[in-house]
C-alpha cells in the first residue's frame, strides 16, 4: 500500500471510529462548532492539514502530493484573519514511470483579510502575498502580491460562499517566468446533524501566463466529515474526490483531498 493510501485510510478510519464520541447533550455545541468549522473566515483559531493528492499526471499517470498546512489566526475580535499556507510538495519525475525530482516546501502564501460586521452575508477582503520559498525545483522564484476575497451566507443547515485570489509577481529572479495566476474555490455545505455534513469544494486554478488551451484547471466533485472531539480540542475531519474536468495536456485526472483541522482556545476564552 502506497504512502497516501495509508494516510487516506487511517483519516477516514478515524472519521468513522470516532463518529460517536459525543453524548447527546453537547450535540447543539458539535452543530454550532460544524457550522463554525465551514466558513473559512470565522473568528476561531484553527490549524487545518489539507493533503491534495493528484492522480494520472503525465504519460506514465504519476502522482503529486501536497501538504497544505494552514494556520487560520483572527485578530481585533475577528475583523482581521490571517491564513498562511505552507504547502509540502512531493513532484515526481513526470518523463519516467518512477522517481521524485524533489520534496519539500514550496513558497509560501500569506492572506489578511479584513471581515467587516454585517448581517446576513459574511464577506471579507484584503491583500495576499506569495514568497519564493520553494527554491528553484518546488517554486516559482518570484515574489508575488495580489488580493483576495470571500463572501458566504449560512441560511440553516447550508452554507454557500466562495473565495478567490490573485497575485502578480514583482520581484525576484530574472531568469524565472513571470507569474500572474488565480484560485477560484467556491464551497457548498450541508449539515446533517451530530457533526456530520457532506460538502464540496473544488479550488479553480488559472495560470494567465501558460499557453491557450492550458491555462485552466477545474475540478469538479464532493465528498463529507464530521466534527468531533479530541478530548477537549474540537477536530473537523474530510475527505472528497474531484475529477478534472478541464486541464492541461499534462494535467492530472482526478485529486483526492483529506483534511484534519483542529480549532484551539481563544485567548481570553472566545470561540
Known amino acids: 500500500m502506497t504512502r497516501n493510501r495509508q494516510i487516506a485510510l487511517v483519516i477516514l478510519i478515524l472519521t468513522w471510529a470516532m463518529a460517536p464520541a459525543y453524548a447527546e447533550d453537547g450535540q447543539s455545541d458539535m452543530e454550532a462548532m460544524s457550522r463554525t468549522a465551514a466558513n473559512p473566515i470565522a473568528n476561531a483559531i484553527s490549524l487545518p492539514f489539507q493533503n491534495n493528492t493528484d492522480f494520472g499526471l503525465g504519460t506514465y499517470d504519476r502522482a503529486s502530493n501536497v501538504l497544505n498546512i494552514q494556520p487560520v489566526i483572527p485578530f481585533a475580535d475577528g475583523k482581521i484573519v490571517t491564513r498562511t499556507i505552507f504547502p509540502i510538495v512531493r513532484v515526481p519525475d513526470l518523463a519516467s514511470e518512477s522517481g521524485t525530482i524533489s520534496t519539500g516546501l514550496s513558497d509560501i502564501v500569506l492572506t489578511a483579510f479584513y471581515v467587516p460586521s454585517s448581517g446576513g452575508v459574511t464577506w471579507g477582503v484584503g491583500p495576499v502575498f506569495q514568497?519564493?520559498?520553494?527554491g528553484d525545483l518546488r517554486g516559482t522564484r518570484k515574489w508575488c502580491a495580489g488580493i483576495s476575497g470571500v463572501i458566504?451566507?449560512?441560511?440553516?443547515?447550508?452554507?454557500?460562499?466562495?473565495?478567490a485570489n490573485n497575485v502578480w509577481s514583482f520581484a525576484g529572479e530574472a531568469d524565472a517566468r513571470d507569474v500572474n495566476q488565480g484560485s477560484l474555490q467556491y464551497f457548498i455545505v450541508y449539515q446533517l446533524g451530530k457533526g456530520w455534513y457532506v460538502n464540496s469544494a473544488p479550488i479553480i486554478t488559472v495560470d494567465w501566463e501558460a499557453d491557450s488551451g492550458q491555462k485552466w484547471?477545474?475540478?469538479?466533485?464532493?465528498?463529507g466529515g464530521k466534527l468531533l472531539s479530541v478530548g477537549k480540542l474540537p477536530v473537523n475531519l474530510q475527505s472528497q474526490a474531484y475529477f478534472y474536468a478541464v486541464k492541461p495536456d499534462i494535467g492530472p485526472d482526478w485529486q483526492l483531498r483529506l483534511q484534519a483541522q483542529v480549532f484551539l482556545p481563544m485567548p481570553g476564552g472566545g470561540e
Open 131 to 134: 514568497f519564493p520559498s520553494g
Open 152 to 163: 458566504l451566507v449560512q441560511p440553516g443547515d447550508w452554507t454557500l460562499g466562495a473565495l
Open 217 to 223: 484547471k477545474v475540478p469538479f466533485g464532493a465528498g
